[in-house]
Nanobody, 123 residues
Framework: QVQLVESGGGLVQAGGSLRLSCAAS????????MGWFRQAPGKEREFVAA????????DYAESVKGRFTISRDNAKNTVYLEMNSLKPEDTAVYYC????????????????WGQGTQVTVSS
């Protein structure tokens, strides 16, 4: 049984930083691309960042390019999202998700999801 557990969310002032972690258990972590998505109240879930199985390829939403960095440690079965220069519009519940093999940006292509962690950025 695959489980994804996010941590690291919280309340931060605009311009601040947070580092999210997602610990995976079950399955073979290195066989999966990993993604971060977010959902703000009243809005659809949207793509934030994704990373390939080896970490050699990454993809970002335009809104976070240059501010967020996704990384992974396959020895620890963990994926990270470093978020810098946070803005109030980054406020959302952040979810990590896994997808077998290739990287993707569409939520429907991911088959396992974590429970989410709240990120709130105050102005």
């Amino acid at each position: 049984q695959v489980q994804l557990v996010e941590s690291g969310g919280g309340l931060v002032q605009a311009g601040g930083s947070l580092r999210l972690s997602c610990a995976a258990s079950g399955g073979i972590f290195s066989s999966n691309a990993m993604g971060w998505f977010r959902q703000a109240p009243g809005k659809e879930r949207e793509f934030v960042a994704a990373i390939s199985r080896t970490g050699g390829r990454t993809d970002y939403a335009e809104s976070v390019k240059g501010r967020f960095t996704i990384s992974r440690d396959n020895a620890k079965n963990t994926v990270y999202l470093e978020m810098n220069s946070l803005k109030p519009e980054d406020t959302a519940v952040y979810y990590c998700a896994k997808k077998f093999w290739e990287i993707a940006t569409t939520p429907s292509q991911y088959d396992y999801w974590g429970q989410g962690t709240q990120v709130t950025v105050s102005s």
